[in-house]
């Protein structure tokens, strides 16, 4: 049977696909853009027949999943939590954190099969019920060798593809072709059901793109004296990377190289520019290595067919071991809070959850593995909170209920607007003493303080 007979084959309206779900089952989502959104939809038209479906996703990103809508129906549980998600957990209804290593996402999929209920609500009690796993993510459209691209998040998509039980592919004619790498496509042959997705739900997450303050400048520019010819670059999402990005464009750096989880509109500036050419790479040369991307139409343009950008998937750009093959390895990730055992929470705020581990340990790791490399964290050194005051970033120790995402021993450096401060190999009352000299001066003597009633300070700042 040739792809394009198989294609009319497999080709069925959402409500037909969703039918395969029964009560019990596990439904897998597409990551970030890829989540599908005729499916859900369909899916929540059956929700007064469903019961116990346990639905996995990361990051989601506009549209709201209808099946938020029906708790006694759906279990919905986020990977990583975005900004929609919080919203969701805190108005709608529950929403579940799961936590992981990211870059060993495809090993749960590959290798944790042995019980099909071990990711459902019957994981821990007997039952006559027989679970089944379902992939639901979108892709490109077919190309003339049977074969779907996954876009611009590749993660674990083939690996879930891979184990799942049932595959049902969402076609969108917006989603660019991402390039690999590895593991970028599908062959329509691991394929059960074929949705075309309706024009008018076509549209990728346009992220408006924030505009750094002048702390964010800041920040970047105390990074900038780090960075220098030949260095591979990670970057995160937010404001301070892309003041990263274009002090990047601007400067007079040489030979770049790319290789992150995450591929932002940095990474334009940075290669349009010339100064991210990836010559200097020792693997994947002349290629800037991701495996997912988050931002505005110009980046998702850019990716469109761009053999500048190798998609691959996560157990590979994520694996320490593979990111600290690159020598010069450049790691800058964001955190909430520090405290001055410098500890790092990038995830958590008053006990709740509010974003992810992502692969943030992951390029800590690697970065620290890697010849020359270096990780930095960065945060601004307060905030404002609900009542208008003025907080510090910088702690005395994690609150109750906080999440360390980073151990103290695995932190390179931290950056804030105030400067940087290396913790590698240092002693707690040194680690104390250099995190306090990089916080807000208004909470230096308050911090002082607490140093000292931790034992952790030995005033030699002050002499």
């Known amino acids: 049977m040739s792809e394009k007979d198989a294609y009319q084959r497999k080709r069925v309206s959402a409500d037909a696909a969703v039918g395969c779900v029964e009560s019990g089952d596990v439904v897998d989502y597409g990551f970030f853009n890829g989540k599908p959104v005729a499916c859900d939809q369909a899916l929540a038209r059956r929700a007064e027949e469903l019961r116990d479906v346990c639905i996995y996703s990361a990051v989601n990103l506009p549209p709201v999943p209808a099946v938020t809508n029906f708790p006694e129906s759906f279990i919905y549980i986020d990977w990583h939590w975005s900004k929609l998600t919080r919203i969701l957990h805190q108005e709608v209804n529950p929403i579940y954190y799961c936590p992981i290593q990211y870059h060993r996402g495809p090993f749960y999929y590959r290798h944790l099969t042995d019980s099909r209920k071990y990711r459902t609500v019957d994981h821990n009690r007997e039952t006559d019920r027989q679970h089944k796993w379902i992939s639901i993510c979108q ?16 993660s674990s998509a083939s690996a ?10 969402e076609v ?10 590895s593991e970028e496509s599908v062959h329509i042959s691991r394929v059960d059901y074929i949705v075309e997705q309706a024009p008018e739900d076509q549209d990728l997450y346009d992220a408006p ?16 004296p780090f960075i220098h010819d030949g260095a591979c670059i990670q970057l ?64 998702y343009d850019f990716i469109d067919n761009n053999p500048a950008l190798a998609s691959c998937n ?7 071991r593979v990111i600290s093959q690159n020598d010069n390895m450049v790691s800058i ?21 509010i974003s992810g581990n992502g692969g943030m340990w992951d390029f800590v790791l690697g970065a620290s593995w890697s010849k020359n490399g270096r990780s930095f964290i960065c945060l601004a050194s307060t905030y404002t909170d609900a009542g208008g005051n ?34 590698t190999a240092c002693p707690t009352w040194m680690r104390a003493e250099k995190l306090i000299s990089i916080a807000h001066p208004d909470f230096r003597e308050e911090l002082i303080q607490e140093a000292e009633k931790w034992g952790i300070w030995r005033q030699s700042n002050k002499k």
């Open 390 to 423: 003025l907080q510090s970033r910088i702690i005395p120790a994690l609150a109750q209920g906080s999440i360390t995402t980073i151990p103290r021993q695995m932190v390179d450096t931290i950056v804030t607007e105030y400067g940087s401060a290396r913790m």
């Open 333 to 353: 990730n964001n955190a909430v809070q520090v405290d001055l055992f410098s500890q790092v929470n990038a995830e958590s705020s008053g006990g709740k959850q």
């Open 160 to 169: 879930c593809i891979e184990a799942a039980d049932v595959v049902i592919i």
């Open 209 to 224: 793109l924030a505009e750094p303050s002048e702390t964010d400048r800041q920040i970047a520019a105390n990074l900038m």
């Open 139 to 154: 892709a490109t459209p077919m190309d003339e060798h049977g074969f779907f691209n996954l876009g611009p998040q590749n």
């Open 172 to 181: 969108n004619r917006k989603q660019p072709v991402a390039l690999g790498g």
């Open 314 to 320: 996560v157990d590979y750009t994520n694996d320490p």
């Open 236 to 299: 995160g999402i937010g404001a301070m990377p892309n003041a990263v990005g274009r002090m990047i464009a601007d400067s007079d750096l040489k030979n770049l190289g790319g290789h992150t989880e995450m591929l932002v509109d940095a990474y334009v500036d940075m290669i349009e520019s010339g100064r991210m050419t990836g010559a200097c790479k020792n693997i994947d040369r002349y290629r800037c290595v991701y495996t997912f991307a988050i931002g505005t139409k110009r980046l």
